[in-house]
């Protein structure tokens, strides 16, 4: 939650300081839900002035508000007016921008300002910050600012008397939760951190994982329905789902019950599964954020009406009560056998869980898929080095964890260090588990006769490139450790304290591309020219996001951005490419949206390389000006205009005698134009600098024909120099 406290006087005000408790003369909440959460109203003074965006009419408002909030507004006689800014931002096309709403009410109700000196300031404000941008959007929020007043409605206060006792709404975090959640991590997420001692934080500044789950931000509009008749379990709305909020299970029949009325699951439609198998797709509710994502990926339709399909939006209120038991439901299922699972194919992977969830990302963000994705898949054994920026705020953003365990308590340990050196970061991680690892293989031959010889060489031996043998070696872990309890050899205790790491550990290095293009290229090229086992998932916007849309080396030419005002005069530089040229890289370009089966595959093949790879993550932004719903057909227009080619450069295949190149894209079947004239931060250039625009669009048309070109070589087999700005 964002609180902004702003002060006006007819006098300049030269000192910074909050709002006092009772000083406040008008307040304004922007999310209904947090009526509920917070003591929005603790800061209001007498006789002043609360606005509320509520979808309850004005006739019924008062009646749905908390007994605590309704007597502070009688107690501070308080004025009450409310609108349902989303409903005037959805008339207006505006999607869910409510800013200028509010803002126009704001003055509207304080008088700061007479009305129509007001509106024209916010319409010259609107003009001012998205002229450049779009001319369209600058007439939406016109129409938007025009429609607000004859929606801002005022309530009329019942007297304190009147004031009934209805029963309270359920409490997001009415469960049972451990001490460190209730007595730290509550209080923040209530706005009361700064009454807590130093006394509760951490002494060493380890927190636990998988707090995220008790945050419930309840944020959607509209969350996703699955419709269980028409889906045939693709699993691709849980692939691509930002936040881990839709997910699928596969168990036993019986194992279902139980459930609850309206809890919703099929028989499983793979012959592959044991008989009786049922699968559900589930959502949780109070953590989507109603991005739609899940909708657009879907691919199933109803054939008597094209705009039903196997998952659509529907509005939250009647489904947040039940859809939250279901949800609490599904989580209490075993998992799956994960052997008994395909991890390579997208129906099967999607039903491991993920370890990842309910980060505080932005609706639709391009970058958690694939973060989610690698927990799914290797979660349980991950390390993981986190360079500053958008991955380590929702990623470790104090109080807030969305890394999270298994059923069995494991899960990935991570760590954010430095933006300049997270890749030498990463590499200590690895450097530090393989002597670990040796140091107990050193002990296990030492204890061969204590804890038998056939033991000692599996230990020592055992291959766990994949995940069956990362489960047989845990199944020796745990058989030495029941030796060692029993034994009183002088270095069993020793053994005992080191075991664990004979359990390889998987190791990933993950920042955006500021990090990897940028402030940490030279410690990224150090890591990536040395033999270790490390796993690079560049997570590449193209453009500094956490800092406010800055141009970094990844942004491409015609780009936008801070510091590239009249467009960025220079190629975007190939860090795939470079990476690809010492030849015993891994290295892979990934666009979920484009190519679910091989974003899967390599991640796969990343992960079981033995030394560096590099995974180079196509991830769409908010920077990048469109609605996030159609991430995935940006992404999808990024591939096909040649903007970005999907390849994977694996060295196995070159040791093996064929050739390591890979391109995984066909060759371009639209225009860069298309693409780029799909986005603001390239369209915004055509209206400030239209000829420069032209120039940069043309160039980008030819760097794009080059470089597949150039690629298209390689994966024929033909040496290729790439040119300058390739």
Not at 652 to 677: I, Y
Request: hydrophobic content about 40%.
């Amino acid at each position: 939650m964002t609180v902004s406290h702003l002060r006006f006087g007819p006098a300049p005000i030269r000192s910074a300081y909050l709002v006092e408790a009772g000083m406040a003369h008008f307040v304004a909440c922007h999310q209904p839900v947090f009526v509920d959460r917070y003591d929005l109203l603790a800061h209001a003074a007498p006789d002043g002035v609360f606005l509320l965006n509520t979808s309850e009419p004005a006739d019924r408002v008062w009646n749905t508000l908390p007994d605590t909030m309704r007597a502070q507004i009688v107690e501070k006689r308080l004025q009450l007016w409310v609108i349902d800014a989303y409903a005037v931002a959805a008339e207006a096309g505006m999607g869910r921008r409510i800013n200028t709403i509010m803002q126009t009410c704001f003055f509207a109700i304080s008088g700061l300002l007479p009305k129509d000196e007001a509106i024209a300031a916010i319409k010259h404000a609107v003009d001012k910050t998205y002229g450049r941008k779009s001319k369209r959007l600058v007439e939406l929020n016109y129409r938007a600012i025009d429609a607000t007043l004859a929606h801002l409605r005022q309530v009329t206060i019942q007297p304190a008397g009147a004031i009934g006792k209805p029963p309270e709404p359920a409490s997001a975090v009415a469960q049972i939760v451990p001490d460190f959640v209730r007595d730290l991590t509550l209080p923040i997420y209530q706005g009361h951190g700064d009454r807590l001692p130093v006394s509760l934080l951490p002494v060493d500044g380890t927190y636990p994982l998988g707090t995220a789950q008790y945050e419930k931000r309840n944020i959607a509009l509209e969350i996703p329905v699955w419709e269980a008749d028409l889906c045939t379990q693709c699993g691709k709305c849980v692939f691509v789902c930002p936040h881990t909020a839709i997910r699928a299970r596969a168990f036993s029949a019986e194992a279902a019950s139980d459930a609850p009325p309206t809890f919703k699951h099929v028989p499983a439609k793979s012959k592959e599964f044991p008989a009786g198998t049922h699968i559900s797709y589930q959502v949780a509710p109070e953590d989507c954020t109603g991005c739609g994502d899940c909708v657009e990926a879907c691919p199933i339709h109803d054939k008597s009406n094209v705009s039903r399909r196997a998952v659509n939006m529907a509005p939250v209120g009647p489904l947040r009560d039940p859809e939250r038991d279901n949800f609490a439901f599904f989580l209490r299922l075993p998992e799956f056998d994960r052997s008994m699972i395909k991890h390579g194919t997208i129906p099967g992977s999607m039903l491991l869980d993920p370890l990842f969830e309910f980060s505080g990302a932005c609706a639709g963000c391009g970058e958690t898929p694939y973060i989610r994705l690698a927990t799914q898949l290797f979660g349980d054994r991950m390390l993981i080095a986190n360079a500053t920026g958008c991955s380590s705020i929702y990623g470790g953003n104090l109080p807030s964890t969305p890394y999270t365990v298994n059923g069995a308590g494991r899960g990935p340990a991570w760590s954010n260090s430095l933006f300049e050196d997270n890749a030498e970061f990463g590499l200590g991680m690895r450097l530090a588990a393989d002597q670990l690892m040796d140091y107990a293989k050193q002990l296990a031959r030492e204890l061969a006769n204590e804890i038998g010889g056939n033991l000692a060489d599996a230990l020592v031996s055992a291959d766990q490139r994949e995940e069956v043998g990362i489960v047989e070696q845990r199944q020796r872990v745990a058989l030495l450790l029941d030796k060692l309890a029993a034994s009183r050899h002088p270095r069993a205790k020793e053994l005992a304290s080191v075991a664990e790491w004979l359990i390889r550990r998987s190791v990933w290095i993950i920042g955006g591309d500021g990090w990897a293009y940028d402030i940490g290229y030279g410690g990224l090229d150090h890591v990536l020219a040395l033999p270790y086992d490390v796993n690079i998932l560049v997570l590449d916007t193209e453009v500094y996001s956490n800092t406010g849309g800055q141009t970094s080396k990844a942004t491409p030419i015609g780009a936008v951005a801070k510091f590239s005002a009249g467009g960025k005069a220079t190629a975007k530089k190939d860090l795939a490419k470079i990476a690809s040229d010492y030849g015993h890289v891994y290295v892979a370009t990934a666009a979920y949206g484009a190519k679910d089966v091989q974003t899967l595959r390599v991640f796969h093949e990343a992960e079981s390389y033995a030394g560096p790879s590099l995974i180079v993550a196509y991830s769409p932004c908010i920077a990048h000006g469109y609605d996030m719903l159609y991430n995935q057909r940006q992404q999808e227009l990024a591939v096909k205009s040649g903007h970005w080619p999907l390849f994977r450069f694996d060295p196995r295949l070159a040791e093996a005698g064929g050739n390591p190149f890979k391109l995984d894209s066909a060759a371009p079947s639209q225009p860069v134009k298309t693409f780029m004239e799909s986005e603001t931060r390239f369209a915004m250039l055509q209206r400030s600098h239209p000829e420069a625009a032209q120039g940069f669009l043309q160039q980008a048309q030819r760097d794009a024909e080059r470089r597949f070109k150039m690629y298209q070589d390689m994966a024929q087999g033909h040496a290729v120099e790439p040119k300058p700005g390739a």
